[in-house]
């Protein structure tokens, strides 16, 4: 004859403990930001993230530990110029370097700034050409995204958060 089991946890009276209550351990416990793919879309929290297109291995995002202000789905789409529902007027000369990035929740702001590798075709030949990087709040109106891009500040973006990552996932080609 079979008895039936007890799924209810067993209290102690001296302690009133449940048995699956434990010490923590005073130990420092670090969490790395999370490394993961996406297709359409990814899921940001607060321990950041190192994430990789997967139809695309050369669209990066690399997000600071804290830089989201909560968690977060982050779609982005990459566009062909054709497709795209406004595009940005280019003067004589001018091209498009890379597809349009569609990104959203469109009123995200993060905390801290973060890092995008988005893939494209510019040749900088020297310093024959400038490469410019255009944005929309609203998608009809379009600004130059001001953007210091020295190696200085992509470490300050970096920090130390992402410690051993950094030769696996930057120097991957």
Same mark, same amino acid.
Do not use: W
């Given at each position: 004859m079979l008895r039936p089991l007890s799924l209810e946890p067993t209290v102690s009276a001296s302690s009133r403990q449940a048995e699956w209550d434990f010490e923590v351990d005073n130990t420092l416990t670090i969490r790395? =930001?999370?490394?993961?793919?996406?297709l359409v879309s990814f899921l940001v929290d607060a321990r950041g993230g190192l994430v990789q297109a997967q139809r695309r291995m050369d669209l990066r995002f690399l997000i600071p530990?804290?830089?989201?202000?909560? =968690?977060?789905?982050?779609?982005?789409r990459m566009l062909r110029p054709d497709r795209a529902y406004s595009r940005p007027s280019l003067n004589d000369g001018d091209s498009l370097a890379s597809r349009l990035l569609e990104m959203g929740p469109y009123h995200l702001r993060f905390?801290?700034?973060?890092?995008?590798?988005? =893939?494209h075709c510019a040749s900088l030949r020297g310093r024959e050409r400038e490469v410019i990087i255009l944005r929309s709040d609203n998608g009809d109106t379009w600004k130059e995204h001001q953007v210091e891009a020295t190696d200085q500040a992509v470490q300050d973006a970096l920090g130390s958060s992402f410690g051993e990552f950094d030769c696996l996932f930057l120097c991957m080609n």
């Open positions: 790395k =930001p999370v490394k993961s793919g996406f530990p804290n830089a989201a202000p909560g =968690p977060t789905r982050i779609v982005c905390t801290s700034p973060i890092l995008i590798e988005v =893939p």
